[in-house]
């Protein structure tokens, strides 16, 4: 008999993504492991036992205080994972928006000195109090939509000190909000105003000062680049992420996102984790990606706020067999801390279906940011998961306004609106 120490009864369907290759790609990203009128036991922070509900009493039994609520027929879903942020920052853009609407392009506002420049000068001026407290309420935000799992980058500072006290802060705000929380490097996400020119010379300074200091002081899993014209050459970026390789970091490419630059090539010849945006790639970039087994991190919101005539090419992805995941790139671009909204998109704009999509939310992006065994529900794994209050788990991807009754994180609520004990 199992003793649980947190027991959810009255659960319509769960979806337990618990069977099958990680990560999944094709017709694999539409199997779900869903377990319909079932119930789910947690022990020490754990799931303990996932069955059908006609099994529990016979199975599992709740130990001396322990607690048991009431799903109240809705979904469970794992966690979800937040594959790509840009949520350690300070300040805002809102003032972008009249030049976004008049038509300028990210590149145009960036050499005005707006744009991410402006979000350089704001983060190095922010006290790391301020930088803290901004980002863990962003962070808690995203919780309530269901977050359990978020991948955080560096990359607002663009100096080798600076990037570093950005990378230090992040386990601090891991311990504030509770999550699961993956630190990258992105020192290389512009050529910052102080090496105008002269891109090369920076690489340098980050390959000899702060790529070893942040594989001994092991600061980062991932290294990533920002490849495209006016950002990093691939020649550039290959260079940053070998030296990344060599020193045990993962890579990671933000890739052909405004025009075709090489980067996916480059992610796919490197065997880089992932491959991230992707919003002007090829039907050959996407073989590429395919064979050599490079996760594409799709980013739909970020296509709709900066593009909204585009689209992610999540139908074209998964169809080449291409492991698909998902994140918001939560950022002051495009302000999104919600996963539903981001699922919503991929479902209506990237040609997705629901399951593909909870997939690509889920499993596939743990698998993209280092995490293996989380995104998934099944016994020995995080008790990681939201309910929902609706019977299907397909109703992710199909609406808009999904916000989940109840978030835990190992076992413990992060967030709960009304659920029942």
């Known amino acids: 008999m199992i003793r649980a120490d947190l027991l959810v009864t009255d659960v319509a369907e769960v979806a337990t993504l618990a069977a099958g290759a990680v990560p999944r790609r094709g017709t694999a990203m539409g199997e779900l492991g869903l377990v319909r009128d079932a119930a789910i036991a947690v022990a020490g922070g754990r799931i303990a036992w996932i069955g059908p509900a006609r099994r529990r009493s016979r199975e599992v039994r709740l130990r001396s205080g322990g607690r048991a609520v009431s799903a109240g027929g809705g979904a469970v879903v794992p966690g979800f994972v937040d594959a790509h942020t840009h949520v350690l920052f300070a300040g805002d853009r809102a003032f972008e928006l009249p030049l976004k609407v008049a038509g300028a392009s990210y590149a145009e506002i960036a050499r005005r000195g707006g744009g991410l420049y402006a979000t350089v000068r704001a983060t190095r001026a922010a006290s790391d109090r301020t930088l803290l407290a901004e980002t863990a309420a962003r962070i808690r935000r995203m919780a309530r939509h269901g977050t359990t799992t978020v991948e955080v980058k560096s990359g607002y500072a663009l100096d080798v000190p600076g990037e570093l006290r950005l990378l230090r802060l992040i386990p601090r705000l891991a311990g504030e909000v509770g999550l699961a929380v993956v630190p990258t490097f992105l020192g290389a996400h512009a050529v910052p105003p102080e090496h105008a020119g002269r891109p090369d010379a920076y690489i340098d300074r980050l390959v000899r000062l702060a790529l070893p200091t942040i594989a001994r002081e092991r600061l980062a899993r991932f290294c990533d680049v920002f490849c495209e014209p006016g950002f990093f050459s691939p020649a550039q970026s290959e260079r940053l992420l070998r030296a990344a390789l060599e020193l045990g970091l993962g890579a990671k490419v933000h890739a052909e996102e405004f025009v075709r630059s090489g980067g996916a090539r480059l992610a796919a010849r490197l065997g880089a984790t992932s491959a991230d945006h992707l919003l002007a790639s090829t039907a050959g970039d996407r073989r590429a990606l395919a064979v050599a087994g490079v996760t594409a991190v799709l980013l739909p919101l970020t296509a709709y706020t900066s593009s909204p005539a585009g689209r992610i ?43 593909e999509a909870l997939t690509a939310a889920t499993v596939n992006a743990a698998h993209a940011i280092g995490l293996p065994g989380v995104g998934t529900l099944q016994a020995g794994g995080s008790a990681d998961f939201s309910v929902f209050p609706f019977a299907s788990v397909e109703q992710l991807g199909y609406r808009f306004d999904a916000l989940p009754e109840a978030v835990y994180r190992q076992g413990n609520p992060v967030f709960s609106r009304r659920l029942r004990e």
């Open 313 to 355: 090419p999540g139908r074209e992805m998964v169809d080449a067999g291409v492991a698909v995941a998902l994140g918001t790139d939560c950022s002051p671009n495009s302000w999104v801390e919600s996963m539903p909204l981001v699922l919503a998109h991929a479902v209506h704009r990237g040609r997705m279906t629901p399951s």
